[in-house]
T-cell receptor, first 112, second 113 residues
């Protein structure tokens, strides 16, 4: 029951360039989306979120875009830094069923 | 000062044993969760616990039981461990069940042999 999908398991980007991480979802009931960042041997930490009433949310170097018609969201990191190297998960809650769906993650490597 | 802590970090045990994982949060949150991350890296919610109300994901076997002695703690007890229980277990907390932003512990890697 994979309602949130991240089809790219890994991504490598040069320092200073843009990183684009993608996420697709299948459930049209989702109305809020989050991105979490995870370093090895640590738990996920919240990065940025977006409500379905918006199509863009920006926080410093991080911007999340939401395309509801395509059921697609993306996280842009500009400029990418070596410290951004981590696994990024997109996630969506479904409160009615007490569900919180995570994608399988994309491992980002920023090359100095 | 760790916000959400879990002990132990690693747990190796044999099939059939009973084990517990402890979780504590010092954020003053009123809702706590347990997640399982399997070998395919899927993070799946197992339980949420809020003001003594427990919501269980229907796919979780009843060998798993959360115990909350107080608002700051949600421990996970697992009976009759099976090989398929091997995974990383994450505890998390949030302020309110409707809050989507959860704070995660560092995880406990359980290996059942």
């Amino acid at each position: 029951d994979q309602q949130v999908k991240q089809n790219s398991p890994s991504l490598s980007v040069q320092e200073g360039r843009i990183s684009i991480l993608n996420c697709d979802y299948t459930n049209s009931m989702f109305d809020y989306f989050l991105w979490y960042k995870k370093y090895p041997a640590e738990g996920p930490t919240f990065l940025i979120s977006i409500s379905s009433i918006k199509d863009k949310n920006e926080d410093g170097r991080f911007t999340v875009f939401l395309n509801k018609s395509a059921k697609h969201l993306s996280l842009h990191i500009v400029p990418s830094q070596p410290g951004d190297s981590a696994v990024y998960f997109c996630a969506a809650p479904l409160y009615t069923g007490n569900q919180f769906y995570f994608g399988t993650g994309t491992s980002l490597t920023v090359i100095p | 000062d760790t916000a959400v802590s879990q002990t132990p970090k690693y747990l190796v045990t044999q099939m059939g044993n009973d084990k517990s994982i402890k979780c504590e949060q010092n954020l003053g949150h009123d809702t706590m969760y347990w997640y399982k991350q399997d070998s395919k890296k899927f993070l799946k919610i197992m339980f949420s616990y809020n003001n003594k109300e427990l919501i269980i994901n229907e796919t979780v076997p009843n060998r798993f039981s959360p115990k909350s002695p107080d608002k700051a703690h949600l421990n996970l007890h697992i009976n009759s461990l099976e090989l398929g229980d091997s995974a990383v277990y994450f505890c998390a907390s949030s302020q309110g069940r409707q809050s989507a932003v959860q704070y995660f512990g560092p995880g406990t890697r359980l290996t059942v042999t």
